[in-house]
């Protein structure tokens, strides 16, 4: 799961980490997102993304190296050469419409360690995220 920790709210349920390299070469290309398969995917030391060949728009997040939104991006166009945010070490890519729904936004922190949640996926599924999360993660006004 991906998780804004800063509102507490979902990203995607069931992310795709592209780690070995011919995943991170093909990204979306060919692909669609699909709540079955995946809703979202990652890409660790990372900080650039083309669209070309994609057949669908996309959201996409930009993450530095504490997990903090340094950049985004919303309906993003396909056949774009080169999407950069020099400051991100992990990007996630996502359904149209997905950073709007979510509310995420500049300066959020998000969780992208399946470790953290692993063991609430179940709970958090069947409950509401905002009280599973406080159980988790301290959060007050002050965190902003």
Not at 56 to 68: A, G, P, R
Not at 110 to 137: F, P, R, Y
């Amino acid at each position: 799961m991906i998780v804004n920790l800063t509102n507490k709210r979902y990203i995607a349920h069931n992310p795709f980490f592209a780690i070995n390299f011919s995943d991170r070469i093909r990204g979306m290309i060919g692909r669609r997102f699909d709540a079955v398969d995946f809703d979202a995917m990652v890409f660790t030391g990372c900080n650039a993304i083309h669209t070309f060949f994609m057949s669908q728009k996309i959201d996409v997040l930009f993450l530095d190296s504490d997990n903090k939104v340094v950049g985004l991006r919303k309906n993003l166009a396909r056949w774009l050469m080169l999407v950069r945010y020099t400051k991100a070490v992990t990007i996630i890519e996502l359904p149209e419409g997905v950073i709007e729904h979510s509310g995420t936004e500049i300066g959020h922190v998000i969780n992208v360690s399946e470790e953290l949640v692993a063991g609430l996926s179940t709970l958090m599924v069947k409950k509401n995220m905002a009280q599973e999360m406080e159980s988790v993660v301290p959060y007050s006004e002050n965190d902003k």
